[in-house]
């Protein structure tokens, strides 16, 4: 089974407006930590935003949050007033520390901003 | 160094070549991944070492791939009789004793001819 599933291959959006980028997970660890990461076309790898499993709160970065939802294994980013620079390919990603610590990837979201 | 730096940025081979591309994580990170992405496609993993031991192999896609890490700092991936299907960016990541963020290299652009 995949460990994490991003369902959207590709999304578009509206400059200004807000996107989510869908994430579910597959664990059966109890201690696990979930991560976002940009991929613009230049190919570097950016972190966004971490969600550890014990966080009670959603995590928040700037225009980015993480709409962490436990029992549905989600772990969801939503993008606030998208820019341009927002077009960009992004990837969801989940550390266990059962398996020590191996860092898995989703396939990624190809996300467009439209002017 | 200030981030992981990864060389060469671009390799060109012919079919049937060795080559070896290198990593040098940030300075104190005991953990480092090696990932390889070919065009428009996701993350494979395939290899991960805990200092200089690698606890994850599995990623290794056959034996024409080896991955050593020396001192607990630099590590080398090696691939031999190289194929054009390893055509591919090679992504070196490392973060500070397996816990935060990975932290990524540029990658390392093989072409193989």
């Known amino acids: 089974a995949q460990k994490i599933t991003q369902t959207q291959p590709g999304m578009f959006v509206q400059e200004k407006e807000a996107v989510t980028l869908d994430c579910t997970y597959d664990?059966?660890?109890?201690?696990?930590?979930l991560f976002w990461y940009k991929q613009p076309s230049s190919g570097e790898m950016i972190f966004l935003i971490y969600?550890?499993?014990?966080?009670?709160q959603n995590a928040t970065e700037g225009r980015y949050s993480l709409n962490f939802q436990k029992a549905r294994k989600s772990a969801n980013l939503v993008i606030s007033a998208s820019q341009l620079g927002d077009s960009a390919m992004y990837f969801c990603?989940?550390?266990?520390?059962?398996?020590?610590?191996?860092?898995?990837f989703g396939t990624g979201t190809s996300l467009t901003v439209i002017p | 160094g200030a981030g992981v730096s990864q060389s060469p940025s671009n390799k060109v081979t012919e079919k049937g070549k060795d080559v070896e591309l290198r990593c040098d994580p940030i300075?104190?990170?005991?953990?480092l991944y090696w990932y390889r992405q070919s065009l428009g496609q996701g993350l494979e993993f395939l290899i991960y070492?805990?200092?200089?031991?690698?606890?994850?192999k599995s990623g290794l896609p056959s034996d024409r791939f080896s991955a050593e890490r020396t001192g607990g700092s630099v590590s080398t991936l090696t691939i031999q009789r190289t194929q054009q299907e390893d055509s591919a960016v090679y992504l070196c990541?490392?973060?500070?004793?397996?816990?935060?963020?990975?932290?990524f290299g540029e990658g390392s652009r093989l072409t193989v001819l």
């Open positions: 969600q550890g499993s014990y966080d009670e």
């Open positions: 990541a490392s973060s500070f004793r397996g816990a935060g963020e990975l932290f």
């Open positions: 664990t059966s660890d109890q201690s696990y930590g």
């Open positions: 990603a989940m550390r266990e520390a059962r398996t020590g610590n191996q860092f898995y």
């Open positions: 070492f805990q200092g200089n031991s690698a606890p994850d």
């Open positions: 300075s104190g990170h005991t953990a």
